[in-house]
């Protein structure tokens, strides 16, 4: 794919309308908008990355796992990815994305166990992703969320983050400030 930044701003638009109307769990209720910009600002800020089909995941990343109805909206929503932005994009957003038909539990149990074996570009959008969601959580947790459910989030994330070792060493040091600053807040 020749990707320039209409290709950026064509996913920033298709990634607003895909998350309209949803927002953070937090009092805040940020716009979820704002948490695909920020994972795919972090990756370029904080992690020095300059590749176009990693951004661009970045900003689709929860656009199937969280926006879709159906089986025939994902399977649509799929092809459009492939027609606008590239196999190796909906490759990433694939690789990135939870299965909704399972549980919970068994979601995050699978990103720990396969933290270690999806691909370079994978595990860097999944620091991002956690690091993202880790501030969140420091600055706005969910309103419901005991500090219990907080520190067992922090614990979870740092278990996925042990699989990803290796993919982007700046990353990795802003997701452990995030575990340091988010345990300090909340023991």
Not at 106 to 127: C, D, P
Not at 134 to 152: G, Q, S, V, Y
Request: with cysteine; net charge negative; glycine share 4%.
């Amino acid at each position: 794919m020749n990707c320039n930044l209409q290709h950026i701003f064509k996913a920033l638009e298709l990634a607003a309308t895909r998350h309209k109307g949803q927002h953070r769990k937090g009092k805040s209720k940020t716009p979820y908008i704002n948490h695909p910009i920020q994972v795919a600002n972090i990756l370029v800020s904080e992690g020095g990355e300059e590749d176009p089909i990693l951004i661009i995941g970045a900003i689709l990343h929860d656009v199937v796992e969280d926006t879709v109805q159906n089986e025939k909206d994902m399977v649509e929503l799929k092809h459009q990815i492939s027609d606008e932005f590239g196999d190796e994009v909906l490759k990433l957003v694939e690789e990135v994305t939870d299965d909704k038909s399972l549980k919970k539990e068994e979601r995050k149990r699978l990103q720990v166990e396969n933290a270690s074996y999806i691909s370079h570009r994978a595990k860097k959008l999944k620091l991002a992703d956690k690091i993202s969601n880790l501030r969140e959580i420091i600055i706005d947790p969910p309103m419901f969320w005991t500090k219990k459910r907080i520190l067992d989030y922090f614990t979870w994330a740092e278990d996925v983050a042990k699989g990803l070792s290796g993919a982007n060493d700046d990353l990795e040091m802003a997701l452990n400030k995030c575990l340091d600053d988010g345990r300090n807040k909340y023991h």
